[in-house]
């Protein structure tokens, strides 16, 4: 049986891709993600698209997951990760942050891939001044300054493939990927579990 993936949606696509056809890969392929051992900590500070972009990156994320037997999740930028401390001091927290920040864009190159379970298909986003001062300063304030290297993305696919399919999907879908979108907030997100366990708890406005 065969694995379809679906093309990037209109706003994600180059120009000369609309109506390529996605390359099937056999299901001997394709290894059984591990979602039930893959459950994330604490809580998350995420920058997300809004509106049609938003809608049609879950569509893209929501259609890659049922054809890989994958989580569903919401799209997003995470700009802090397995925040250990309480609701209320987190949300507070953000708050002082955004408040001295104005809303920027992200943009993305291209997609690309990692041997790691949240980033199995991920599109690679530029890291700007903005987005670096913005992560230094998220970092400064949860004492979370000693983290690796920010890689901002945006992952479009949850799981533990073959490098085949991820390099099939990549090929197909189109490596290069030039667009962006407008961040006006912060979003604070109850990440503990799994995936569909998730909830986005307050949206909270920069500037």
Request: glycine share 4%; with cysteine.
């Amino acid at each position: 049986m065969s694995l379809r993936a679906p093309a990037l949606p209109p706003a994600c696509r180059q120009a000369g891709q609309a109506g390529q056809e996605i390359a099937t890969v056999a299901s001997g392929d394709l290894a059984m993600t591990k979602e039930n051992n893959m459950r994330a900590t604490g809580i998350s500070l995420w920058l997300m698209p809004e509106g049609k972009m938003y809608e049609e990156l879950s569509l893209l994320i929501k259609k890659l997951a049922e054809q890989n037997n994958a989580p569903i999740f919401q799209p997003h930028v995470t700009l802090l990760g397995e925040v250990k401390e309480s609701q209320e001091a987190v949300v507070s927290k953000t708050q002082k942050i955004a408040k001295h920040h104005t809303p920027f864009t992200i943009s993305f190159t291209h997609i690309d891939f990692e041997d790691y379970f949240f980033r199995a298909l991920f599109l690679k986003a530029q890291k700007t001044d903005v987005l670096s001062r913005l992560n230094s300063k998220t970092r400064e304030v949860f004492a979370m300054s000693d983290l690796p290297p920010y890689m901002p993305h945006l992952s479009l696919l949850y799981g533990d493939f073959s490098t085949l399919l991820k390099e099939n999907l990549i090929r197909e879908l189109g490596r290069e990927q030039q667009y962006s979108f407008l961040v006006n907030a912060i979003s604070v997100v109850h990440s503990n579990g799994e995936a569909r366990e998730w909830k986005v708890i307050e949206k909270i406005p920069l500037g």
